[in-house]
């Protein structure tokens, strides 16, 4: 099982960090996480060596060797010591507020996207109604004119009867009530 201990930085560690240029500046100025494996059924607390590669000694080390500083320290856990610095640099809340905001808009846009279905729908549901009001429309204004040719070639032939039939008594109807002013 891994376990995990800060060790302090002795002004030995320190002087060897800072004229060791090889390291990078983070490894030069990040606190060093240690990392001792201890078996489980050992109560004696017998430490085993860490197995990945240490940055002291310049990463020459392969993983499952033994690395030692100066000091007699277990090398650093590069890939533990990233993730540290990563979780400490990296401000989740900014990243929450964003996703936070980007599914608010999700959702407007969604409602949005649903009320525009809806309207669409009835536009096209007024569209139909509108446009079988306006054939019906059509259908009786076609039988209006019908009728009302009817009737004038109804009315012009009884008019012609009644003056062949009645010239004079037509003559004075006529005169008494005047045709309207047809176009």
């Given amino acids: ?19 060791d240029q090889s390291l990078p ?3 030069r100025q990040a ?7 201890i078996s489980p059924g050992s109560a004696t607390g017998s430490v085993a060596p860490s197995t990945v590669p240490s940055l002291t000694n310049g990463g020459t080390n ?6 030692h500083d100066s000091d007699g ?7 533990e010591m990233m993730t540290d610095r990563l979780h400490l640099a990296a401000n989740p ?8 905001k980007q599914a608010q808009t999700s959702g407007e846009l969604n409602a949005k996207q649903r009320e525009l279905a809806e309207l669409q729908a009835m536009a096209q549901r007024r569209l139909k109604a ?3 009001n306006i054939s019906d429309g059509l259908k009786a204004a076609r039988e209006v004119r019908r009728d009302l040719e009817w009737t004038q070639k109804k009315v012009t032939t009884l008019n012609a009867r009644v003056a062949a039939k009645h010239p004079q008594a037509y003559k004075i109807a006529s005169s008494k009530y ?6």
């Fill in 73 to 79: 320290h277990h090398g650093v856990d590069l890939i």
């Fill in 93 to 100: 809340e900014p990243l929450d507020r964003t996703i936070a």
């Fill in 130 to 132: 509108t446009r079988a």
């Fill in 25 to 27: 500046l983070y490894a």
């Fill in 31 to 37: 606190p060093v996480q240690v990392r001792h494996s």
């Fill in 178 to 183: 005047p045709r309207p002013i047809s176009p």
């Fill in 1 to 19: 099982m891994p376990v995990y201990t800060s060790r302090p930085m002795t002004s030995s560690a320190t002087a060897s960090r800072k004229t």
């Fill in 62 to 67: 392969s993983v499952g060797s033994r690395s």
